[in-house]
C-alpha cells in the first residue's frame, strides 16, 4: 500500500510502485485530500484498508504526510495487521519548515487543516512489525528557501530529527533531496530489501 505526500496525486508513487512490481510486490495506490483535517484522514484510511484488504496483511510504504498518515493511522487501529510498514522522509514529530510556511498566508491556504499535524510531537511504535525510516539529507526542497534555511541535517523540508521514532528497526540516511526519495533507484532497491526482510541490509 504506497500512500504519496502533501499536495502530491496517488499517481506520484507510480515509479516507486513499479519498481517493487519488480521485486514481486503487487501494489495498491492511495490518494487522499490532503489539505482536510488529519483526523478524518486516518479514519478515512483505517476504513479503506479494512474495505480493501478484508484483513490481510500489508506492507505500508508512506512519502512525507502519507508516512505520518500511515504511522498514525496503524499505531491507533491495532486491528489493522500490516507485514511492516517503512517512512520515507516523513514528518512524524511534526516539521518546522511546515510550521514556518504556515505563518504566511498563502502557505496557510496551501497546508489547510493539515497544518495541525506539524506541530512538534513525539513518534513512538508500539507494534511488533518492522518499522523502516528513511531520512534524505541533501537540502533541496521548499524549508530550505524559507527565511533562515533549516537546522541541522534535511531533505530541503523535512529535518532528520522530525523523521525519528520510538521504537522503529532502522533507520537510514541516504543524500537524497525531499521529493526525490519517491524517484530513487536507491532508496527502491532499498524498500525492496525492508519488505522481504524486515531490515535494510
Not at 33 to 53: Q, S, T
Not at 158 to 187: N, Y
Amino acid at each position: 500500500m504506497l500512500v504519496p505526500g502533501l499536495w502530491m496525486p496517488a499517481a506520484a508513487m507510480l515509479p516507486l510502485a513499479a519498481r517493487l512490481a519488480d521485486a514481486q510486490h503487487a501494489t495498491r495506490l492511495y490518494g487522499y485530500r490532503g489539505r482536510d483535517p488529519f483526523e478524518a484522514n486516518v479514519e478515512r484510511f483505517a476504513r479503506y484498508v479494512r474495505e480493501k484488504l478484508g484483513g490481510a496483511p500489508a506492507h505500508f510504504v508512506g512519502h512525507s504526510l502519507g508516512g505520518v498518515l500511515i504511522l498514525d493511522t496503524l499505531s491507533r487501529h491495532p486491528e489493522l495487521r500490516a507485514a511492516s510498514a517503512l517512512l520515507l522522509g516523513a514528518p512524524v514529530r511534526g516539521c518546522l519548515a511546515g510550521r514556518r510556511f504556515a505563518q504566511r498566508r498563502l502557505g496557510r491556504w496551501m497546508l489547510g487543516a493539515a497544518a495541525e499535524r506539524f506541530a512538534e510531537r513525539e513518534a513512538s511504535w508500539q507494534r511488533h512489525e518492522p518499522l523502516g525510516v528513511v531520512a534524505g539529507t541533501r537540502a533541496l526542497g521548499l524549508g530550505a528557501a524559507l527565511d533562515g534555511g533549516l537546522p541541522g541535517q534535511s531533505d530541503g523540508v523535512v529535518r532528520v530529527e522530525e523523521t525519528g521514532v520510538q521504537g522503529m528497526t532502522q533507520q537510514v540516511l541516504l543524500p537524497i533531496g525531499h521529493s526525490l526519495l519517491i524517484a530513487s533507484t536507491r532508496v527502491a532497491r532499498l524498500a525492496g530489501r525492508f519488505l522481504g526482510t524486515g531490515r535494510f541490509e
